[in-house]
């Protein structure tokens, strides 16, 4: 099946060093420019980051401050201009369309702000469906599907339509496609923004619970200060480089601002 | 890190199945949207196969006119030598095959005057011959009873004795029908009526000037047809793809290969592509039909209409269909499929 050349792949994972173990997604000095006819933007300028393996990191920054994009780029949804992004070790500049495809749906679980669920499915297929791309049984998906979702607390709606949930639920459905394949991560595009606040706290609830029993490494860009609580780590970036790494209890929140006090 | 776990192998490789499942649950469910989309494809192949129908109708309705006429003249040919067919009875002498105009003056013949003779060994065969029955006999008999004999068919005449024949016989004259048969010496000009039309060389000349323009004209309403239904059916795809770039960036995310993606796009095209161009064949022709029958009447259309021609065409309108509504869809669904899911993602077309 696999027609993967092991001394390219070796070569891959020698190169960000065997010291840092705990290390997850690497990005190195990542640049993004998106060109549209003579306009450039540059997205990212250099952003440099570690995130740990189980940790609870939250990204945070203005809009137009790059934050979609680095979530993009460490998320192997957008290829960097330049600068490399190491997933477990992999640089994914080096994959090719269909070594992506086999990163995206077995290493990352996706959730996206609008929670982008397939609507002509139940919502056991949409979870299901990132298994039968794994390669796995109809049984078998059928029965790991029912399993996460009663996991994410909606074992009794399996079989309804996502137009026929609340926000809340098509999130919680959102998560449990993203646990389908038993990711190392989930990233987390706002997943609370389109949510009222006590359901965006059931689904902060959620993560920190994956975080804990299934020792899942969450990534979310967000501007919720509940979600910047429940982290472990908060990067903030400016214009394209991150510009602060803290801990939430080195922070002061005020409404949907924050800035660290004295050290960081 | 373990460099055996740590290997990317190639994604799996979904089989057929799973696509077509995931194909016909989206248009179980999209219903309303696919009918829409199918019903561009109706519109298409409908247009495509009511012109289509429309020609071969005109052009065999013009061909039957042409018959007609042609039997008409045969007929009243006949009536002015014998004005009172009934009670009189026909005897035919020939080889080859009747031509469908000569069946048809026999059919009529058989109708009017009641009994038809025919030389046993030397007949025409006949295709189709409804409600007449040949009675052979012997060539002694046909002269002595037959107040016509006709000349038919368009192989070579029986060999025997045409002199004591025509002697023997009660109307010393024989009509012949068949244009280019070649008759034997002693049936001289004064003892044959040449029945069938002679054309002269610049009637057939401007025959085939006449087919040569419908031709041309045919070809160029068939090119302009096919080209609008080429725009319906690619507008209709286009949409139906480009709506759903958001589900194909979330099916990338999720790990679906570009070669899932395209996959299923081909086979709901070719889906709505078979419903729509059965339904558009359908509807196209019944149509043309409908038209034609209120303008020529049903008995001249329905005569006229060659069924096999126009099942063929049918069949072709389908193919069309499908295969018009693969390439229109393969083409955005390949844009989609090679997009960063991240950007497939953020349209919200």
Known sequence: MAKIDMKRFQALFEEPGEQEQSVIIRGVDIHKIYRSGPQETHALRGATLDVYRGEYLSIMGPSGSGKSTLFNAIGALVKPTSGRVYIDQVDIAQLDTEELAWLRCRKIGYVFQTFNLIQVMTCLENVTLPMSFAGLSTEEARDKGIRILKMVGLGHRILHKPAELSGGQQQRVAVARALANSPDIILADEPT??????????????????QNTLGVTIISATHDTKMLQASDRILWIEDGVIVKAARPEEMTFTSDKFGAHGHH | MNLTTATIPEQVKLPIRIALEVVLQGLRIRLGRSVVTITGVVCGIAFLMSILTGQIVKRGVADEDARREEISRIMSFIRSDLPKLSGHTIGIVGGGTLSEVEARVVEQLAGEAGTILALKGGTPSARTLHGVTLRPVPAAQMAGEASVIFIMGDGNLPDFDWNGFLGQALNNLAAVTAPDVKLPPVLTAERTVQLARAWSAEELEAKSLEARKERFRSIWITVISLLVTVIGISNAMLMSVTERFREIGTMKCLGALS???????????????????????????????????????????????????????????????????????????????????????????
């Open chain 1, 193 to 210: 923004a389109n949510l009222d606040q006590s359901t965006g706290q059931e689904i902060i609830d959620l993560f920190k619970n994956l």
């Open chain 2, 259 to 349: 070669s899932f993606v395209t996959q299923m796009f081909v086979l709901e095209a070719s889906i709505m592509g078979l419903v729509g161009g059965f339904f558009g064949a359908v509807l196209g022709a019944a149509f043309a039909l409908t038209v034609y029958v209120i303008t020529y009447g049903g008995s001249l259309v329905f005569s006229a209409l060659p069924v096999g021609t126009m099942f063929l065409y049918a069949v072709g309108c389908v193919f069309a269909g499908v295969a018009l509504s693969i390439v229109a869809a393969l083409y955005p669904a390949k844009v989609a499929a090679s997009m960063v899911p991240a950007t497939a993602l953020r349209s919200t077309v």
